[in-house]
Every structure is written in structure tokens, then in C-alpha cells.
């Protein structure tokens, strides 16, 4: 099967989020499947030319009555060209200096929402079309990921069918339905729709038009990231004004679980970590917990728990409830707990300003704003728990690693949260970690509260957990055989 992978973002080129590492993954699962499997994305200021292989002649993109002069780069991606019967995953770039020569995604410091983010990732969407052109190559699947490629099925089902596209099958993805891309609606001629179009491709909200919800409208099949996160979706507490239409598509939406790409997150072979460890060498743990302590000028000491949190610092991420200085529960939990707490994040600014008063406060808590890679495998690695109370929560990749690093997370009971947790069994020592079911600082204070007496009271629990937690199996391999069946009714879809 041919698949072409349609993002903002892709790791290791660019990342912001879960997303990049998400798309990356699933692409290098399929293409272990056997599957034809290419990447297009922009390329962004960040991401140097001189990596990458220029193709020959401008790529022309014709949007409405303009042509912008556009060129490609390619290259292949990490780790896929090991094997000498396998030929390397194609990522292509396209290069459009006024879009996309710029620092950031899709804001900066200074604009935290490009207002010409429409234009940018309208010339990424009709781009993808021509590239097939250039190239030759026509796929079976044209999967979008969020509201940046969600154009791509629209124009694929109101014109590309009619032209080389015609036996082409949309899937679209909700990473995180939270994030729609809402604009003005004088930017609707840049995405190369006619106005007769706005209402029936589902563009209109509000006098703005909506890039996920057109998408949402258009695509042949649509996907989430768990199974739990396509049930909610479909209630008006996590549908973000969408669930009607999702509710309407309910026969064409289907919750694949994330997979982890054990490449980069496994214990046994992180070469990020202190001290490379297995089930059955977990006493190694240790050594990671202790450079974890001295890299945060935290007391050496394994008997005391470590909680880490890697986080974006928005109010998905339950911070307000978290670090809030009127009522966040962070405070009284380091005051209250014989524990340490570890941030690594970065975000809105009243956070990272809290956090940093917190942490002068604090001697048992340790900051970072900001993110360093090789920190976040060592929290991963290094701490006892993981705390991850978002307020929703479509997949989550954190709690996985978490239970691949014998790291007990505690999440809230939400999205992908809730499909790869187990609630602790008191009794029993079953489980793989604690949940809360609401999203309140005493919820969490309780819950966090939980885990420090299990920690204290039932070490034999907490062992069996990290063992139970170790064992799960979170390989895109599974995730991937999902998605091949996806796209099979999507395929079918377009035949009848």
C-alpha cells in the first residue's frame, strides 16, 4: 500500500509536541510492515538545507488565481535504510521562503499564533498535490494529522478526484481536537476553495472558517489516538463544539492507541540514561534516580520518592490546579510529603514565573523551564512516579514511557490516560499506577498522597507494579496493524 503522511511536524526534523513523535512512528512502523510510506511537512527555519537533497526544478502551486514558486528537498529518515533489502522512508520538505523562514511552528515568542498560519499551511496542503505530480507517485492513503493538513482531504474531495487523484482515500487524525485552526474567514481564498464550497466543506464557524472542521467534514475515515479519547469527543465536554459532527461520522471514527518507538524509549538501550536497566535489572534504576537528584541539586537519597512531570505549561495539563498560587496543590504536597518533585516545561508565562518562586521556596522541588531531551529520559528514568493530571488527554506518550521505565505514573482518568493505566488494587498490589477522577488540587493532593503511603507502607506493591508496568507491550507494530485495516475501509470508501 502507498501512504503519504501529511504533518506540521515530524521528529527528528521538528517538533512542538506529541505529534511529531507520533507521526514519525507510525510512518516507520508501516514502512516495517512493507508499506510504501513517504513524509511530506514544511521546511521549516530550522530544519538546514544543506542535510537535505534538493530535487530538481521549482515545484509551481496554484492557489486560486496566484502561482507561488516553491522548491522540494528530500532525504530519508533515521534508522530506515539499515537493512540492505529495505529501501530508506522519503521525507519531503517543501521550501517557501514567506511561509516558512521563519522561527517557529506555528507561532513565535512574540506572536504565539501566526496570523498568516492559514497562507503558510494552505501552500503545505495544495503543495502535496503538485509533489505527487513531480514525482510520479500517486498513494493509496493520504493521511492528514490535525488541523494544519486537514485541507488535504477537502481539496481531495472536492477537486483532486476529478484529476490523477481518483482512486486516492483520505484518513484524517485528531491528535488533540483542542486545536482546530480557526481564522478570520477574508483567509478562505488562500485555501484554493471556491466560496460555493465554504458552507458544504464545512469551513463556516462563525463567520471564521475552520480547517479541522472542514477536514472533519471531508475525510473519508477519521481516526483518534485511543479508544477512550473517540468515545469523548463525541460528548460536549471533550467535543469542542464538534462533537455533532462527530457524532453525525460516528460509523467512521475509530481510536487506534499511539504506540511508543521503542527505538528511542527503552530502559535496556537509552543511551540518554545513566544506567541502561531491564525487569530483571531494575536495582539499576537507582543509578538514575541518584544522577536525576545531583543534575537537580536535589538531597542523594533512594529511599525518598522523586515525582517528575514533563509538560507543556497550558491549562490542558491541569497547571492552574498544579501550581496555581492561589489554590495549586504543589506547594502543600512538597510541604506535607517526604517526597521531591521535579518539573521539566515550559509554556505560559504565569506558570513558569510560579514555578520559579516555588522552587526558591521549596529545597525538595527542582525546575526546569524550557526542554532538554536528555533531561526528560532521565526524569523518565530516574523518578519513582509520574504525575500527569490533564484535564483531557487524547493519548498521552508520557504515561507509556512512564510504566516502559518502571515508573509508576498518576494520571487523571481521561483519553489515552485511562486505556493504558491500571487503577492500584490496596489489596491486592495489582495495577500499574493511581488515578483521580477529578481534576481539583485536593483530587490530586489525595491521589499523589496515595501513592506517597503505598511508597511507604507497601513496598512490596509498588515493586510489583514497576514489574507489571515494565511488561506492557506498547510497540507501533500493534498500532500499525490497526491502521492497515483503517485504510482498508477507507480505500473502500472510495470504490463504491
Known amino acids: 500500500m502507498k501512504i503519504l503522511m501529511i504533518t506540521s511536524e515530524a521528529f527528528p526534523f521538528v517538533k512542538t509536541g506529541g505529534l ?150 483520505s484518513v484524517l487524525t485528531i491528535h488533540n481536537l483542542g486545536y482546530q485552526g480557526v481564522y478570520s474567514k477574508e483567509n478562505y481564498p488562500i485555501t484554493g476553495m471556491k466560496w460555493t464550497e465554504f458552507y458544504k466543506a464545512g469551513f463556516e464557524d462563525w463567520d471564521n472558517i475552520n480547517f479541522l472542521k472542514a477536514g472533519l467534514v471531508s475525510a473519508d475515515v477519521l481516526t483518534t489516538v485511543s479508544p477512550t479519547y473517540a468515545q469523548e469527543i463525541q460528548t460536549a465536554a471533550y467535543g469542542f463544539r464538534m462533537d455533532p459532527i462527530i457524532r453525525n461520522r460516528k460509523s467512521d471514527v475509530y481510536g487506534i492507541l499511539n504506540g511508543v518507538n521503542i527505538d528511542v524509549w527503552n530502559p535496556m538501550n537509552d543511551n540518554k540514561i545513566t544506567a541502561n536497566y531491564s525487569v530483571k535489572t531494575m536495582d ?121 521505565y518502571g515508573t509508576l505514573p498518576i494520571v487523571r482518568r481521561t483519553g489515552g490516560l485511562a486505556d493504558t493505566v491500571e487503577q492500584y488494587n490496596e489489596k491486592t498490589g495489582e495495577g500499574t499506577g493511581f488515578m ?20 511507604y507502607n507497601k513496598p512490596e506493591h509498588i515493586k510489583k507494579m514497576k514489574i507489571a508496568g515494565m511488561k506492557k507491550n506498547f510497540s507501533w507494530e500493534m498500532s500499525a496493524k490497526k491502521y492497515e485495516d483503517v485504510y482498508k475501509i477507507a480505500q473502500n470508501k472510495v470504490k463504491e
Open 284 to 404: 539499576k534504576k537507582a543509578e538514575n534516580k541518584a544522577e536525576l537528584q545531583k543534575r537537580m541539586g536535589l538531597k542523594i537519597d533512594s529511599t525518598i520518592p522523586v515525582v517528575g512531570i514533563i509538560t507543556r505549561l497550558t491549562d490542558q495539563k491541569g497547571v492552574s490546579e498544579l501550581f496555581g498560587p492561589t489554590y495549586g496543590c504543589v506547594y502543600n504536597m512538597c510541604v506535607d510529603f517526604k517526597m521531591q518533585f521535579i518539573v521539566l516545561g515550559s509554556g505560559e508565562k504565569w506558570c513558569e514565573d510560579e514555578l520559579r518562586n516555588l522552587n526558591s521556596k521549596l529545597p525538595n522541588m527542582g525546575v526546569y523551564i524550557g526542554y532538554d531531551d536528555e533531561l526528560s529520559h532521565l526524569i523518565e528514568a530516574g523518578s519513582d512516579f509520574y504525575l500527569m493530571p490533564s484535564k483531557y488527554e487524547p493519548c498521552g506518550l508520557n504515561q507509556m514511557y512512564s510504566l516502559m
Open 20 to 169: 511529531a513523535d507520533a507521526v514519525s512512528a507510525l510512518a516507520i512502523a508501516l514502512h516495517k510492515c512493507g508499506h510504501d510510506v513517504r513524509i511530506v511537512l514544511p521546511r521549516y527555519y530550522t530544519i538546514r538545507r544543506d542535510s537535505l537533497e534538493l530535487l530538481n526544478a521549482p515545484l509551481k502551486i496554484n492557489i486560486g488565481n496566484k502561482v507561488y514558486s516553491t522548491s522540494i528537498y528530500k532525504t530519508t529518515m533515521p534508522g530506515t535504510t539499515n537493512r540492505t533489502d529495505k529501501i530508506g522512508l522519503p521525507v519531503y520538505f517543501i521550501d517557501y521562503e514567506p511561509a516558512f523562514g521563519r522561527d517557529g511552528v506555528y507561532g513565535s515568542k512574540t506572536e504565539s499564533d501566526f496570523r498568516d498560519n492559514p497562507f503558510r499551511f494552505s501552500i503545505l496542503c495544495n503543495g502535496v498535490f503538485e509533489l505527487c505530480k513531480k514525482i510520479n507517485w500517486y498513494p493509496d492513503i493520504m493521511h492528514a494529522h490535525d488541523w494544519a493538513s486537514a485541507l488535504v482531504p477537502v481539496l481531495l474531495k472536492f477537486y483532486k478526484r476529478k484529476e490523477q487523484f481518483s482512486q486516492v482515500s
Open 436 to 455: 483521580l477522577n477529578d481534576l481539583t488540587p485536593r483530587s490530586i493532593y489525595d491521589t499523589v498522597g496515595w501513592a506517597m503511603y503505598a511508597w
